[in-house]
């Protein structure tokens, strides 16, 4: 059982650009979250997607978008970068709806924004 | 809305000694609470759930917590401290429905040799 993979692992970018993140989720798994975690802070939610559509959104801005492909795979993009987008960026597949379910997490991807 | 605090945002223990993290939660509803631990460059790995099937959760590598709805606590423990429980350890609630985690904003637990 292949577990939750992201790409890339690291990526530095400048200030203004755009970024896109990728996820593999936990075969069996249908639903996809992704957290931002800025250094010396806890993950917080960004958005959820389950069986391709958006299911729930934190606090964040539109410019923060994503998309979930058939086979669950995921994608978060990011337009307008800023200094403060800066972060580990975690992705965390689930098997279904409920707020017990485990969520499996990737390793995650550190973006850094000059 | 639901929200963790993590008191504590370092903690220091000798190899051996009792490991104590403490997490108390604010739900309007009855909650879901986790526990997650995360390595250095690694992303999180749950360490026990609370899922309202019993007050006391048993998880890996020898981690338990109790939940204490009086005291709104999930407070994580472990008898003896091991060199490799190092790590960053996350109390989380989740959002009743939709797997949405709010997480705490972390204990690093530092284990003394």
């Known amino acids: 059982e292949t577990g939750v993979t992201q790409s890339p692992t690291h990526l530095i970018k400048t200030r203004g650009q755009q970024v896109t993140l990728r996820c593999s989720s936990q075969s069996g798994h249908n639903t996809v979250s992704w957290y931002q975690q800025a250094l010396g802070q806890g993950p917080q939610f960004i958005f959820q997607?389950?069986?391709?559509?958006?299911?729930g959104r934190g606090n964040f801005p539109p410019r923060f978008s994503g998309l979930q492909f058939p086979n669950y795979s995921s994608e978060l993009n990011v337009n307008a970068l800023e200094l403060d987008d800066s972060a580990l960026y975690l992705c965390a597949s689930s098997n279904g709806q409920g707020a017990y379910n485990e969520q499996f997490f990737g390793p995650g991807t550190r973006l850094t924004v000059l | 809305a639901q929200s963790v605090t993590q008191l504590g945002s370092h903690v220091s223990v000798s190899e051996g000694a009792l490991v104590l993290l403490r997490c108390n939660y604010s739900?309007?509803?009855?909650?879901?609470l986790f526990w997650y631990v995360q390595y250095p460059n690694q992303g999180l790995q749950l360490l026990l759930k609370y899922t309202s099937a019993a007050t006391l959760v048993k998880g890996i590598n020898g981690f338990e917590a109790e939940f204490k709805k009086s005291e709104t606590s999930f407070h994580l423990t472990k008898p003896s401290a091991h060199m490799s429980d190092a790590a960053e350890y996350f109390c989380?609630?989740?959002?009743?429905?939709?797997?949405?985690?709010?997480f705490g904003t972390g204990t690093r637990l530092t284990i003394i040799p």
């Open positions: 997607y389950y069986r391709e559509e958006e299911n």
């Open positions: 989380a609630v989740s959002d009743g429905g939709n797997e949405k985690l709010t």
């Open positions: 739900s309007s509803v009855p909650p879901y």
